[in-house]
């Protein structure tokens, strides 16, 4: 019988006490594609205030690779030791957590120039029981600099990378805005792997245009990739998007929460035993479309009963 190996397994047998990640949302951080620098408008499915909960305002001024200078450093640092103050006590009366991971979630986390990253990491690893941070990014969005200093920092600390890879097919990349193809993707990873860090790798199954031959190709494209965790997400549409108007219209339709369910099975069950899984389906405030995407704990309650009856233990 194959058993689930969740990041919540395998923190508690690295560091013996129970870890949680604590999302933070860093204002003037956006995307390649959303600024123009690869691409105008961003996914079609993005609307990044979804994933910023902590996040109270939105700001103007927006930081890129090649900002010469960062005005706002002293407001992004204030604003993460406030969303890390004020998320804490929840995590820990909500599931008992002892220890936390920075997770720097929303928008591109290494899409700003080096001595800001350098500054938002160190002050996250400068919090009281911190034993790492997660950063997340595009494969187009990180600099050899940044690699390198992520890769002498986990070292002597947790230090993950997670990586949107969403897809394997460039035809998607195009369809939905993406702004880069799948070498970048297989170039970065291989580069990120070399220097011995940590990948987590995001898929969405639904995207437009696709199918499950579509799906399990990504799936199989991303194991050679040789990354060390996965996060899988279902394709959901919501408000103030490019995808919202599609889905007005008809021209998409969202994946069923059965296709949903089955392709996740069989990805779980060709997935290698090492493969540590992060994530298996996700909850949305602003949601427009499938409905099933609503309530999570339902999503969860059927998620475990078919891998039950898959012979797979949770």
């Known amino acids: 019988m194959k058993k689930l190996y969740t990041f919540g397994k395998y923190l508690r047998r690295k560091f013996h006490t129970t870890v949680y990640k604590v999302p933070i949302s860093i204002p003037g951080f956006t995307c390649p594609n959303i600024d123009g620098t690869s691409a105008r408008g961003g996914c079609v499915f993005c609307e990044n205030e979804s994933f910023s909960p902590n996040l109270k305002e939105k700001e ?17 640092l204030k604003s993460l030791e406030w969303q890390f103050e004020n998320t ?46 997660s950063v997340g990014t595009r494969t187009d969005s990180i600099t050899d600099e940044t690699l390198s200093y992520l890769a002498n920092l986990s070292k002597k600390t947790e230090v993950w990378i997670e990586y949107g890879i969403q897809t394997s097919n460039d035809e998607t990349y195009k369809r939905i805005n993406r702004g880069h193809d799948f070498s970048n993707v297989v170039d970065i990873i291989t580069k990120t792997k070399q220097l011995n860090l940590n990948v987590c790798g995001h898929l969405i199954y639904g995207l437009p245009g696709e199918s499950r031959k579509d799906w399990e190709k990504t799936f199989n494209d991303t194991m050679k990739l040789g990354i060390d965790s996965i996060k899988f997400h279902p ?14 219209e008809g021209r998409f339709i969202p994946i069923s929460e059965k296709d949903y369910i089955d392709i996740l099975v069989w990805s779980i069950k060709n997935l290698p035993d090492n493969i540590i899984i992060q994530r298996m389906t996700a909850g949305i405030e602003n949601l427009l479309a499938p409905k099933w995407c609503r309530d999570k704990s339902s999503q969860m309650s059927h998620i475990i009963k078919a891998l039950k009856s898959n012979k797979i233990k949770i």
Do not use: W
């Open 60 to 76: 103007k001024i927006k930081l890129n690779l090649y900002s010469k200078e960062n005005p706002l450093l002293d407001k992004q």
């Open 88 to 133: 804490i006590p929840f995590l820990k009366k909500r599931f008992g957590a002892k220890k936390f991971i920075v997770y720097f979630q929303s928008f591109t986390n290494t899409y700003a120039p080096f001595d800001t990253l350098k500054a938002l990491y160190e002050k996250a690893l400068s919090f009281d029981n911190v034993i790492g941070i």
């Open 235 to 248: 394709m959901y549409v919501t408000k103030n998007t490019l995808l919202a108007k599609d889905y007005e």
